[in-house]
């Protein structure tokens, strides 16, 4: 059995999209990042930085295995199954490199941008220099798009690390209209059944 330690952010939801996926028995232990469960003492044993997710997997041979930080988490269960991670070249560089994109690039500064467009301060510079990053990054990815079906060369761990945060999109008020390939790939991977379950699975308690 593999306990996920997680709640209902994009980073959240990267896991268990992929644990669907793979058809892979879990159970969730919500940690309620709002009330600050991240950093209890419990929970820091498993996850040193005090974020979310985290994973044990109680079924590993040699014992217990513990893994933090979403990319890391996705890499592991992939190469655990032998799925969504090609396991020779050129394809596992292509998946690895959108992997990454999405945990240095994406993700930040998405989160950035939401952070200061709801800021009790509003900064003005902070919001412009946020704004165009995330302008810029979508172009990249729908750039990459016009002429994928997916990110990699096949549905990988890339479009699972991705897909959250573009799905948040609209309740940030951006509109995936200028990004005709992104939006077309948005509601593909939206469709998918794993993705239903994983977006209905019970986070919080």
Known sequence: MIDLYTWTTPNGYKPVILLEELEIAYAIKPID???????????????PNGKIPALVDHDHP??????FESGAILIYLAEKTGKLLPASEPGRSRVIEWLMFQMGSVGPMLGQLGHFRNAPEKIPYAIE??????????????GRL???????????????????????????????????????????????????RAFEAKIKP
């Open 62 to 67: 040699n014992g217990p295995v513990t893994v």
């Open 33 to 47: 990042i709002g009330s600050g469960a991240q950093h209890q003492p419990d929970y820091l044993r498993i996850n």
């Open 129 to 142: 220099r946020y704004q165009k990053e995330q302008d810029r990054i979508y172009k990249v990815l729908d």
């Open 146 to 196: 016009a002429g994928s079906e997916h990110l990699a060369d096949a549905y990988s761990i890339a479009d699972i690390a991705t897909f959250p945060w573009i799905s948040m999109a609209a309740r940030m008020g951006i509109s995936l209209e200028p990004y005709p390939n992104l939006a077309r790939w948005e509601q593909a991977i939206k469709a998918r059944p794993a993705v239903t």
